[in-house]
């Protein structure tokens, strides 16, 4: 079933990923099928009793979830109990390893039977797609024969006109048929492609974050940042859902992100002065008692329009600047003032990061249902009274060349806000 709905969706033009052709011959296969969960929007579950009781389907399943990707069950021979066998040492352990690793508690998953059962739990209330089939223990046998004496054809369904070729044989009998299987699946598939693609460009992001130690230069800025937030605030009025669901990392990554800076730069001029973002922005950094650092960027800027939070600080003045002499200087003044009482910023940051953290999102919600439910509520309005007043502010990250040369090609009218991070502290230093 798996390789037929594999074929007709390839040969449809869906980019699908199938642990049997898509893992490269000598490579890990635990890291190519996390990768390929990952990379994926959706996450297709056949629902047949040997995917069901196997730890290693149940593992895949579970990382779809820990991920938030939408899952798409199948029903291809679903079973709600099965001769209970123990686990092996080493299955087992596997699932151990898993939940260890990922900071999930421990399911104690010893039999088939808890397989099943922790199966059905993720699966949960999501719909079915009926792809069922009838088949004996005479053709499950058969399929195992024919599996074997195919194994060495598999990587060859990367080639369309060979795919296109490949005629598999049917074994026992199908109740539903598989263009009927296949056209509903691409229905979900094709449903809410915008958001969904979102989510998997951010949970990028977020997982290259957190494989390089949560390291603050890989963190989102600028309009990157701006569509995140936009993105984890989307609002689906019922009975709209949402087809995948922010996991807690990506919500870290995308809160860690806002407030990463420890120096708030304010660009002045007449449009950011009169610029609500830009207000809205100030008003953020002073709330946190970010420090303030204002350049006057374009002249003339009447005195009258800065906000008085700006007109007591000392600006540095890029408006007098007529040779590369200057710009340097300027620049140099800003890293002098990033340089003043360095550590107390930093420290300042980092504390404030613990203190705002939601301490609900250090955790994914249990899959008790009470429990998850109110779990999830509390989360989601937490993260909307956070993030609602987050608006539009672009970001560019300056060097001293980058600095000039944007200077030299300027546009006529610049954006509202900018937030600025100059290379040489470029860890939480400046928004």
């Known amino acids: ?32 099928i996390n990768h390929g969960i990952e990379s994926a929007h959706n996450f297709v579950c056949i629902m047949a009793p040997r995917g ?6 149940l593992v895949e399943l579970e990382y779809a979830r820990l991920l938030g990707k939408l899952v798409i069950p199948l029903n291809h021979m679903v079973i709600f109990k099965t001769p209970e066998q123990s686990l092996s040492a080493g299955d087992q352990q596997v699932l151990v390893t898993f939940y ?13 039977q808890d397989v099943l059962n922790r199966s059905h739990a993720l699966i949960g209330k999501t719909n ?33 006109d060979y795919l296109q070729q490949v005629d598999f044989p049917e074994f026992g009998e199908s109740i539903d048929t598989l263009d009927s299987v296949v056209e509903r699946i691409t229905a979900v598939l094709e449903r809410q492609t915008a958001y969904v693609r979102m989510h998997t460009e951010i949970l990028a992001d977020a997982l290259h974050w957190q494989k390089n130690q949560k390291a603050t230069q890989h963190l989102l800025v600028g309009q990157q940042r701006t569509a995140a937030e936009e993105w984890l605030l989307t609002e689906f009025i019922p009975p709209e859902q ?44 002073l709330q946190y008692n970010k420090r303030i650092v204002p350049l006057l960027i374009i002249a003339p800027t009447p005195t009258s329009d800065i906000p008085d939070v700006l007109r007591v600080l000392q600006y540095v003045d890029f408006t007098d600047n007529t040779c590369h002499a200057d710009y340097d200087s300027d620049i140099d003044d800003i890293l002098n003032i990033l340089k003043h009482d360095y550590e107390y910023y930093k420290r300042h940051a980092l504390n404030l990061t613990q203190l705002i953290k939601p301490q609900k999102l250090r955790r994914r919600p249990g899959l008790n249902k009470e429990k998850s439910l109110l779990n999830k509520e509390k989360s989601n309005k937490l993260w909307l009274s956070l993030l609602t007043h987050f608006k539009s502010i ?26 600025e991070r100059i290379n040489t502290y470029n860890d939480r230093d400046c928004i």
């Open 394 to 419: 672009l970001v560019w990250c300056l060097s001293q060349k980058t600095m000039r040369e944007h200077w030299h090609k300027r546009p006529n009218n610049y954006e509202d806000c900018i937030l």
């Open 100 to 112: 260890q690793f990922h900071n999930q508690p421990d399911q104690n998953i010893r039999t088939t």
């Open 128 to 160: 079915w797609l009926d792809a069922k089939q009838k088949l004996s223990d005479e053709d499950i046998k058969n399929i195992a024969q024919w599996a074997q004496s195919y194994e060495n054809n598999w990587a060859k369904h990367e080639d369309l």
């Open 242 to 285: 949402p087809p995948c669901q922010p996991s807690a990392l990506v919500c870290e990554f995308i809160c860690e992100a806002r407030k990463n800076a420890d120096n708030f730069i304010f660009f002045i001029s007449a449009d950011s002065v009169a610029s609500e973002h830009c207000q809205r922005g100030l008003a953020y950094a």
């Open 52 to 57: 069901l009781t196997s730890p290693y389907c």
């Open 1 to 32: 079933m798996a390789a037929r709905i594999h074929q007709q969706l390839k040969l449809a033009g869906q980019d699908a990923w199938f642990d049997k052709v898509n893992i490269p011959d000598g490579d890990d296969y635990q890291q190519r």
